[in-house]
Structures are given as structure tokens and as C-alpha cells.
């Protein structure tokens, strides 16, 4: 959701930019999300709009969703201490990431980025001890981090937006970019780069495939053949 208001025929700048911001859904057990946002990061510093949502893998993979239209099993609708090690550690991440957000959107993807680093470049667990030491290095307000946290309630009611939102789609992997313009994928990093010019070329690739009237639907490597020759 944007803030809009409007003046007769004129929008604001709040409608015009949140018209114009790219979606990413992302899961924090996912290290093609990590790579994604690394991208998205770096081109987000160079001026370009992107939005962090959320989507959640172990509902996407639940056994009770299988075949169904929409979600039956909702991650949000999950206890904080029960389930898999992966349901816990990620409705925790998410639940911390969405009280994160609360302090802004540079807060969101300081935070973002730290747990996703912690998790996939250190090798940390999605414990309370990894989230508070994402939150200390993100800078946020600890005071208010922590009261936000205690609003279990309004964090899974936004969490729920989000997924709710995931499924409308159809998303089914992170990240999954959707465009200004709707058009919406998955792509798999394979690679990771924070380099601005690099996230740039790989960007404006992405977004070629994506737009272009061939209606490339899938590109897949084959399962025995490199990458490239040596």
C-alpha cells in the first residue's frame, strides 16, 4: 500500500514513486532471495525502487497446500515455538523483519540485509540471538525493535498481507521480482554481486527476458554441462 492523496487530476509524488517500485518477494532460508536483494541493494543505492515482500517457502512447500488452489496451511497461523526447526527460524525472521520495517525503509533493508548476510555468508542459524545481533548492526532502535517485536498480533496481520499477496500472484519461489508494470518471475541467482555496474547489466537482462515478446518462460541449464567452456 502507498499513501495517496489526490488534488483534482494531480497525484502526489508518493502515488507516482510507489507506481513505479518493483517488488521482491523473498524467504530468508533462501539463498537465491539473499543474492536477489544483494542486487536489488545495490541498485536501490543508484536510485532504482524496489519494495521488500515477503513469501514464505516452508507454506509454499507445506504437504497440506499440495494442489491447492490457495494456501489451506498459513505460516502465520503457526505457534512461535512449535513445528520444524525451518517453520520457527522462519516465521521469526519474518515476524522481526516486518517489526524492522517499522523504523522505515532504509531500517528494512539494513535489517534485511545483515540477517540474510548472517544467515547465508556466516552460516548463522534464524535464532533470536542471530536476529538481535542483525538488529544491533543495522542500527536500529533497540527499545523500539524490541516493543515492536511484542506486537505478535499486528506483525502476523502484516506477514498475512504479504502472503496473502504472494498467492494472488502466484508466486512459488524467492525472489520473485514483480515489475511496475505487473509483469512477475522468479529468477535463480546462481551468482552473488554488490557491484552497482554488474547488478545494472544483470538487471536490465532480467527485465529484457522478462518484457520481450518471445515469452521466455523458462531457462534452465542443462544438469551435466558447465556453465561456459573453459
Known amino acids: 500500500m ?10 502526489t509524488d508518493t502515488q507516482t514513486a510507489g507506481a513505479q517500485t ?15 536483494v544483494e542486487l536489488a541493494a545495490a541498485l536501490r543505492a543508484e536510485g532504482e525502487a524496489f519494495t521488500l515482500r515477503h513469501f514464505s517457502l516452508v507454506q ?8 491447492q488452489a490457495t494456501p489451506v496451511w498459513w505460516l502465520t497461523d ?12 522462519s516465521l521469526a525472521a519474518f515476524l522481526a523483519a ?4 517499522r523504523q522505515g525503509e532504509d531500517a528494512a533493508w539494513a535489517f534485511t540485509l545483515a540477517l540474510f548476510r ?6 548463522q542459524p534464524l535464532t533470536a540471538d542471530t536476529i538481535q545481533a542483525a ?10 525493535f524490541a516493543a515492536d517485536l511484542s506486537d505478535d498480533a499486528g506483525l502476523r496481520a502484516a506477514l498475512r498481507s504479504d502472503l496473502h499477496d504472494a498467492a494472488e500472484i502466484g508466486v512459488f519461489g524467492t525472489p520473485t521480482f514483480v515489475l511496475p508494470t505487473g509483469e512477475a518471475a522468479y529468477y535463480r541467482f546462481e551468482n552473488l554481486t554488490r557491484d552497482p555496474a554488474q547488478a545494472r547489466a544483470w538487471w536490465d537482462l532480467y527485465v529484457t527476458v522478462l518484457r520481450d515478446g518471445a515469452g521466455v518462460a523458462t531457462i534452465k541449464r542443462a544438469r551435466n554441462r558447465p556453465a561456459r567452456r573453459a
Open 2 to 11: 502507498t499513501d495517496t492523496q489526490t488534488t483534482g487530476s494531480q497525484t
Open 22 to 36: 518493483t517488488d521482491v518477494f523473498i524467504d530468508f532460508l533462501c539463498p537465491y532471495a539473499w543474492r536477489g
Open 60 to 67: 509454499g512447500n507445506h504437504a497440506d497446500n499440495a494442489g
Open 78 to 89: 503457526q505457534p512461535a515455538h512449535e513445528g520444524s526447526e525451518y517453520q520457527r527460524g
Open 98 to 101: 516486518q517489526a524492522a520495517a
Open 118 to 123: 548472517a544467515r547465508h555468508e556466516h552460516g
Open 135 to 144: 538488529a544491533v548492526q543495522a542500527a536500529l532502535d533497540p527499545e523500539r
